[in-house]
């Protein structure tokens, strides 16, 4: 039997096909499986976050509220004024999967 091979041309990383099919953890944000290593967060909904996209998801409107601050501090630090609000908006993997295909924007898996 000979080993397939998919490869994540995103991540430059490959996967064996088999854990598609064969439960591995995967990150619902970036889709990488889990490697042996990794540490993956729970969400306790069945989902889970690898570190890199925890680390830097916020899951919460009320958390964004920092983030837009900051923004909002970097734009008069050039001397700049936002004359709108920030617009945010959150979105799921399956949400982002769709508009980067509306947009033609999609990563390819290739089989090695």
Not at 57 to 85: A, G, Q
Not at 88 to 101: G, N, P, S, T, W
Request: charged share 30%.
């Amino acid at each position: 039997d000979q080993l397939e091979l998919v490869h994540d041309t995103f991540w430059d990383r490959r996967s064996c096909r088999g854990h598609f099919f064969d439960g591995t953890p995967w990150c619902y944000n970036c889709d990488r499986f889990q490697q042996a290593g990794d540490q993956y967060l729970d969400l306790g909904d069945g989902r889970l976050a690898c570190s890199d996209c925890s680390s830097i998801t916020i899951m919460d409107p009320k958390d964004f509220k920092p983030l837009i601050e900051m923004v909002h501090k970097f734009y008069r630090s050039l001397n700049l004024k936002l004359v709108e609000n920030i617009s945010v908006f959150l979105a799921d993997r399956h949400e982002i999967h769709k508009l980067c295909i509306s947009k033609g924007k999609y990563r390819r898996l290739t089989l090695k």
